[in-house]
């Protein structure tokens, strides 16, 4: 991720190789990021191993109706601005992906002065301003 950061690093102390942590998965049965339980008889174990061997009742009466478990909580260091992401609903994602699809909520627990959130578009554009702003790489313009 090139808009990835250090602080996941240095202030949480995740551990990684590379030069610059996105991301931090903290919660998650997703079969690209499993976080380990930390303490405890099944420490070291995945979230997922642990729903299958004490099963899905432990994941409380909402959860039940789940296939998989439906909650990804990550840490996010964010030094430069993420990417624009189209996510999609649970019903197209299961019948093309195979996985629900994303509905999100942030908590922001830190922000630097001059960060700020963009959501959706300044005005009305269409497809051709859109696609000219995008090839330009100025799309930034227009939200």
């Known amino acids: 991720y090139l808009w990835g950061g250090n602080k996941l690093k240095s202030d949480f102390h995740k551990t990684f190789d590379g030069d ?7 919660l998650s049965c997703h079969v690209d ?4 339980v930390a303490a405890g008889p099944f420490a070291g174990k ?24 439906p909650i990804l909580i ?14 999609p609903s649970d019903e197209y994602a299961l019948s093309n992906e195979g996985q629900y ?5 942030w908590y922001v627990m830190q922000a630097d002065t001059k960060a700020e ?3 959706g578009f ?5 497809q051709e301003e859109y696609l000219e702003k995008l090839k330009a790489n100025k799309l930034i313009l227009l939200l």
């Open 117 to 119: 959130i963009i959501v």
């Open 101 to 105: 699809g994303k509905t999100e909520m």
């Open 20 to 26: 610059v942590l996105a991301e931090s998965w903290e």
């Open 33 to 36: 990021g499993k976080p380990l």
């Open 46 to 69: 995945s979230l997922q191993e642990y729903v299958e061997w004490e099963g899905k009742k432990v994941l409380g009466k909402t959860c039940m109706q789940f296939q998989n478990f």
């Open 74 to 87: 990550k840490f996010i260091d964010a030094k430069d601005n993420l990417s624009i992401q189209v996510h």
């Open 122 to 126: 300044k005005e009305t554009a269409t």
